[in-house]
């Protein structure tokens, strides 16, 4: 499968624990995106990155939240102290392109439950 | 920032019958509007999307339409069939960040 993955997949935690995903873009991706999206809402950015350049974050994206490129392929986002509100299905999106239309193809989701 | 609105919020059509979902966006300075469908428990998948230099792109059965003046997209699916029914997101993009921008989603039921 070449398309954009995640692991994992379903997440479960207890409050206060702190949780790492991991996302794989589609081969030769240059930017790699995070959203979040919670039941009934549409997907909402939080943070991108050009290679391994984190370009932009969200005003969601609290200070427990921090996003990693290491080596401009495969991305974490670690969220630490989780909270009930934390809830939801987190989605990685890759694109290549050098403008600012680029199509963006998104990944299966890591769904966190935190109890 | 942009801000992206659907309507409306659910949609339920016969088989056969076409489907019009709108969007509005606020930031006049958006330039890309993609259109994704989401079945349940599943990725977003890109069904179409428009540049904001063409006003009318088709695919088959998809059509997306853009107004830039009123600052709305519409997407147009004709001859539904069941496996239309899913979740469709309207986004917009502005800037150089790639930012997207999404609705919150309309649910389309088609009634066979």
């Known amino acids: 499968d070449t398309g954009v993955s995640q692991d994992p997949r379903h997440k479960i935690t207890k409050r206060g624990q702190n949780v790492t995903f991991r996302c794989d873009p589609i081969?030769?991706?240059?930017?790699l995106y995070w959203y979040r999206q919670t039941l009934g809402q549409g997907p909402e950015f939080l943070t991108y990155?050009?290679?391994?350049?984190?370009l932009e974050k969200s005003r969601l994206l609290s200070d427990r939240f921090s996003a990693e490129r290491p080596k401009g392929s495969f991305s974490t986002l670690e969220i630490q102290r989780t909270e009930q509100g934390d809830s939801a299905m987190y989605l990685c999106?890759?694109?290549w392109g050098q403008g600012a239309w680029d199509t963006q193809y998104f990944g299966p989701g890591t769904r966190l439950t935190v109890l | 920032g942009e801000n992206v609105e659907q309507h409306p919020s659910t949609l339920s059509v016969q088989e056969g019958d076409s489907a019009v979902i709108k969007c509005t966006y606020s930031?006049?300075?958006?330039?890309?509007f993609p259109w994704y469908k989401q079945e349940l428990g599943k990725r977003p998948q890109l069904i179409i999307d428009?540049?904001?230099?063409?006003g009318e792109k088709k695919d088959q059965r998809i059509a997306v339409t853009l107004n830039k003046t009123a600052k709305h997209f519409s997407l147009h699916i004709t001859e539904t069939q069941p496996e239309d029914s899913a979740v469709y997101f309207c986004?917009?993009?502005?800037?150089?960040?790639?930012?997207?921008?999404f609705g919150k989603g309309i649910t389309l039921s088609v009634r066979p």
């Open positions: 081969s030769e991706h240059n930017r």
């Open positions: 428009i540049r904001s230099n063409v």
């Open positions: 986004a917009a993009l502005s800037g150089a960040n790639s930012k997207l921008t």
């Open positions: 999106a890759s694109s």
């Open positions: 930031d006049s300075a958006s330039n890309y």
């Open positions: 990155f050009q290679n391994e350049a984190q």
